[in-house]
């Protein structure tokens, strides 16, 4: 199940209170220890007149890695993604992609990057060929160069056979592919995607999500912004879960787990009778007190990162004790249990992600509206 965080175009004031959480790294590279990072920020801040959409954000991103940039609407995903693409000025701190200074070597670093923006930037009107001939040619590639490039790439991706068709006859899963192929025409080291599934259906996603690994495969940098916690969690190396402009935690998606506890055994006792002699049976196993849902028959037991062994365990105590179950299993938190962790507001129930993304597209309207 694919979950959207919540899609507030208007932080609440709950929400707010979170943003003075400073940044949990978690087995992170030592500060101080010099690594090739692809793409690099220090203290990066962005204001658009009184809102502060970057509040001094750092990150390293290693060469060859996924990184995920990973936040509910209005967060300032876009904004720094604008930024290291040298589209917009940086109100304070420093970034660099490939090494370059995405202010002070804006003009080199435009040809070594790739950028796949939020609303695919496809013409309607061209063929899916001649949109990346058309983006080969911005790149200052030849017409012979720009229409070879664009039908390499076309086979690559699966649209060898829609490259004569008109973009408009394009389905949206197309489409997003037919943009994020158009940004590989240079041949970049580093790729930004910029919520590249927001919108499609599972199956395109899937797609996309393909496409993306294979380009990781072959030693691209990538940095992939996203509402979803489960894109984040099947692609990327690295997560930074962002929230109004501040980075809240960054780790592996293990290691941000792991920081809310590791995994939970959970027991379902077959006669609700026997709850009390199932939890006295297995004292000691697991790492924190089990809690006991006496109504629903369920006992659950924090176990850390040592799940398997404690279920091992407790099924030869229940065994011995000729006690029954109905059901054991072992729970590892969800990306959804990491951000409801550290921000306080949970990630969007199923049934509201219809509402959720029709103000999504709202605020994507909005914001580019402000922008031109
Ligand atoms: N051009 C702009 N002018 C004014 N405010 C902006 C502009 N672009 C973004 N913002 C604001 O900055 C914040 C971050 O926006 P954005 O980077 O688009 O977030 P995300 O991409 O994570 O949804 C939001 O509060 C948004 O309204
Ligand atoms: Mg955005």
Redesign the pocket.
Known sequence: MITPLHGYDHPSPSVRLHTSVSAVVVGGTPYGVPMAGAIVAEGLRKN??T?E?LRGIDLDVASGTVFGFL?P????????VRIFTTLLLPSGGRAEVVGLDVVRDAEALRARIGLAG?SAAVDENLTGLENIQMVGRLYHLSATEARRRAGEILERFGLAEAADRQAKTYSGGMRRRLDVAASLVARPDVLFLDEPTTGLDPRSRMDLWAMIRELVQEGKTILL?TQYLEEADNLADRIAVVDL?TIIAEGTSDELKDQIGGEVLELHVKDPAQIGQVAQALSGVGIGEPSIDQEAGKIRIPVGSDGPAALLDSVRRIDDMKLALEDIALHRPTLDDVFLSLTGHAAEEEQEEQASSGRRKR?QRR?RR??T
């Not at 609407?73 to 720094?80: D, H, L, Q, R, V």
């Open positions: 658009f007149g809102v959409a936040g609407n209005g967060a300032g995903k876009t904004t720094a939020q912004t402009g605020g914001g402000r922008d």
